[in-house]
C-alpha cells in the first residue's frame, strides 16, 4: 500500500498501524512548516532527543513558502540530517519506525520522510564471561548491531571490507550483516549463505542467532555436534575475517556467527594468539587431549572395570571398595549430578551462586559415598570430566561430547568392548554425515586433505604477512 497525497488520509492509516493512542510509547507531534502542516512519528525510549530538537528548530525556521515539489527535493532542502530517505511504501514506513527512525509526513506529499535519528539501549562493550584472555583486547560485541560493525571498522580500516545488510523474512524484519573481505571470500559461499538467508521465512527471530541458524541448516535433529562456532570477542571475528571467513552479526545478540564451522574450528581459542607460537601449540595440544579424555576416560575405565582388566599394571583402576548400586547406574547418576549442579548455579541468583555450587557439590558427593550410592573412583573420574569440560570454549561442543559419552557407556553396559568400539563407529559416522550450514566438508582439513592447514591446527605459527 502506498502513501497518497491526501495528508488526512495518511495520518489515519499511520495512527491505526502505529498504534497511537493505544501504545503509550508512541509519540507523535504535530507542527506548521512554512505554512504545510507536517506530523512526526516516533518510539519513545529510540528518538535521540538532542538530535530532534534540531531537526524540529530548523524545521519550524522554514519561511511561509516550502519551494519543493515532492518529499524528495524537501529532504534536499529542508532536513539538515543525514541519514534520511523518502519512502512511499506505507509497510516500510511503519516497519521504519519500529526500528527506531523518526517519521516526518508533509502535507501534500505522496511519500514521507524516515529520519534515522535513533538512539539504541545499549550496554558498554565489556569483555564477554566467556572467552576472557590474560592480554589483549577487553572489549566485546553488544546487543547493537551498528555498535557490532563499528568494533570490526576499528580493527580492519580497509575498503574492502564489506558489511552487506539483509532483513530476515518478511514477518519478522530482523536485521543481519555479513561481513567479508572482497578480496578473501569464497565467493561461492558467499553465495550460498545469501540464498539460505532470503530462504529464511521465520515468525520471530526471538532466539536471535540460535533462530537463524536452526533455520540455515540442515535437518539432523538426532546429530548433537554443532555447526556453527560463535564469539563475542571482535579481535576473534576479525582473524577470522582475514583468513577468509564470513561473519554474520545479528541485531539483539551479541553473539557473532563465523562461518563456514568444521570441527576443528572448536578447538581454536585467542589465548592461542596472546602467548608465544610455543606456548601457543602446547596450550592446543593439550586441548586436544582433554577432548579425547573427556570423551572416553568413564568409558574406557568402566569398560576395565567391568572385564575384570585392572590387575596387574592396572591394579591402580581397581575399586577397592564393595558397592551395591551397579557401577553403570553410578556413572550415569554422577553425570546428571552434574547438570543438576550447573543448573542451580544458572538459576541461583549471582550473591549465592558459587558458595552453592560449592556446598552442593561437596555435601552431595560426600553423603553419596558415605550412603554407599557411590565409589570415590566414581566422583574422581567425574570430577576430572566435570573440570575438563571447561577447558574448550563451546558450550555446545561440551553438551555433544557429554552426550556421546552417555551413549559409549550405555553401549559398554551392554555389550563390554564390542559397545566400546561400536560406539566409537558411530561418534566416526556421526563426524563424516555432520552438514555443515555452508562450506566444503565439516572434517575440513581431513576431508578433503589438506596438509598445511591440518599442521596448523596443532601448531601455532608466527604471525607473517600470510597468516594473521
Known sequence: MLLTNDFSHNTKQLDALLGVGRCFDVVTRELYAGRRRLRLYSIDGYGDSAVLERILEHLLSIPSTIEAQNMQEFIDRYVSFGQVDAERELENAVTGVFLGKTLLLAEGFSAC???????????????????????????????????????????????????????????????????????????????????????????????????????????????????????????????????????????????AMILPTCFFDFVKEANDFYFPPLVGSYLRILRYVVFLLTLFITPVWYALVKTSMTDGALHFLAITEDYEVPLLVQLLFAEFIVDLIKLTSLNTPSIFSNSFSMIGALVLGDFAVQAHWLVPEVLAYMAFVAIANFAQPSYELGYAFKLLRLMLLLLVGALDWTGLALGSAVIILLLATTKPIAGKSYLYPLVPFDRKALLGLLIRRPVSRENT
Open 113 to 255: 520522510a524516515l529520519i534515522d535519528a535513533k538512539q539504541l539501549p545499549a550496554r558498554s562493550v565489556d569483555e564477554p564471561s566467556s572467552g576472557k584472555v590474560l592480554r589483549g583486547a577487553h572489549d566485546g560485541f553488544i546487543e547493537t548491531l551498528t555498535v557490532n560493525a563499528a568494533l570490526l571498522r576499528r580493527r580492519i580500516r580497509d575498503p574492502r571490507l564489506t558489511l552487506e545488510g539483509h532483513q530476515i523474512s518478511e514477518k519478522s524484519r530482523a536485521d543481519v550483516a555479513l561481513c567479508y573481505l572482497e578480496h578473501k571470500v569464497d565467493r561461492a559461499l558467499l553465495a550460498e549463505l545469501r540464498e539460505k538467508l532470503e530462504a529464511i521465512d521465520l515468525r520471530s527471530v526471538s532466539m536471535s542467532q540460535e533462530s537463524i541458524a536452526e533455520a540455515m541448516m540442515a535437518r539432523q535433529w538426532w546429530n548433537p555436534l554443532p555447526k556453527v562456532r560463535y564469539t563475542e570477542r571482535p579481535d576473534v571475528a576479525t582473524a577470522c575475517l582475514m583468513e577468509g571467513k564470513i561473519i554474520l552479526l545479528v541485531d539483539n545478540s551479541p553473539a
